[in-house]
């Protein structure tokens, strides 16, 4: 859990790094959706590391959403092209996605909240 | 997702303001699982409502965590007996959970991130 | 306080509204530093609201800080001119900011921390 | 500021984690007003950091709320008396409480936002 940890930290500063970066950069690297992939990378990585730090029981949860949110926004910075700065964030952004796959990815072979199902499918549409 | 947006934003006020009791009241309800399950529930709701706020393509996945912690917050809510608060949040908790569960189930039907799980399975345990 | 974790809550939710928005528009809407104080902006009033929520005792340096924040968001989004979205931002960060004020200005009339001010002073530059 | 930075995610870990022991020694760590410490402490120290990650124009005022936070919250641990862990979280946020102060100080030597002061001025009581 230590290395998720250190992997969620990690992740969320280089993606702040990088989101300042492309802001000054403008152009492609300023588009709204790459923008918007940083900034949910960031806030997830975040949220995610203080579940672990917390010592929380649902950390698997915060840990598998992180793993897909890293995971997309490692594919939007690797098509930047050939730009040191995007790379690098693609590569941490692809090893906190590992990581967080580990510890979160459990999660899908269990059938979750059987009530809240019930009750959320029961809802008006 | 404006319903799903105000229910994460007014679970997040009401677990931080319970927080705030329960630290006051001390004894069971000062309890570490019940604090830290409060903590976790304020924080996936405030980050799943800021995906939602942002436009997010990947809100499902913030919603799917958010349902389970809210879920599981109600729950410890609910056993601390006839409390107006801690009645009072768990209606809210179960009600946030099922609004997410509808934004966020559909994430469980699908087959996620295969490459990351490839990585992950591959990685030294 | 109340009236003022109520504003807080308003205009975080309102400059990440904002800030989808202005991302969408692109052009004049989408410069760094217009993004960035919106960022800003959304970050220190869901700090300032919670340190209220929590019953810190610290809550006036948070509003004084978000005070300021939200003063200086409310002039860039002022200056975008005739927008009803940005006129609607602007007018919320000026109603949170003079509500942060009321909390938080008595910081200003103390002298504040005089020990790290002394530390600080000794750090080499 | 590169120091400030990481002083700030450091100390924002270990709040975090001295949280997570507090909780789970019960007794005197685990009274109300240290714990709100420590979860105001290490919000703190994230907004802050994000702010100058972000390259805000503004971080000088959330360095300086976080200087205030870090100092107070390092008295409440350095009063636990002999403990390794308390021990280590007062020495990190003294020194995340100098190196924000050096960053933030210079805000009050200013007179901000005139115009906030007098329209809170005019606020009902």
């Given at each position: 859990m230590r290395q998720c940890i250190e992997a969620c930290l990690a992740c969320h500063r280089i993606c702040m790094e990088t989101l300042t970066y492309c802001l000054g950069m403008g152009g492609k690297y300023?588009?709204?959706r790459h923008l918007r992939l940083l900034m949910d990378c960031a806030e997830i990585c975040q949220t995610s590391?203080?579940?672990?730090?917390r010592g929380s029981e649902l950390h698997s949860r915060t840990c598998f959403a992180c793993s897909e949110v890293c995971g997309r926004c490692a594919e939007s910075c690797a098509q930047m092209?050939?730009?040191v700065v995007m790379n690098a964030c693609a590569d941490m952004c692809t090893q906190c996605s590992d990581l967080c796959w580990k510890m979160g990815g459990g999660v899908m072979s269990q059938t979750?909240?059987?009530e809240?199902?019930?009750r959320a499918a029961d809802l008006p549409a």
């Open positions: 300023a588009e709204a590391a203080n579940f672990m730090l092209g050939e730009d979750p909240n059987p809240a199902a019930q």
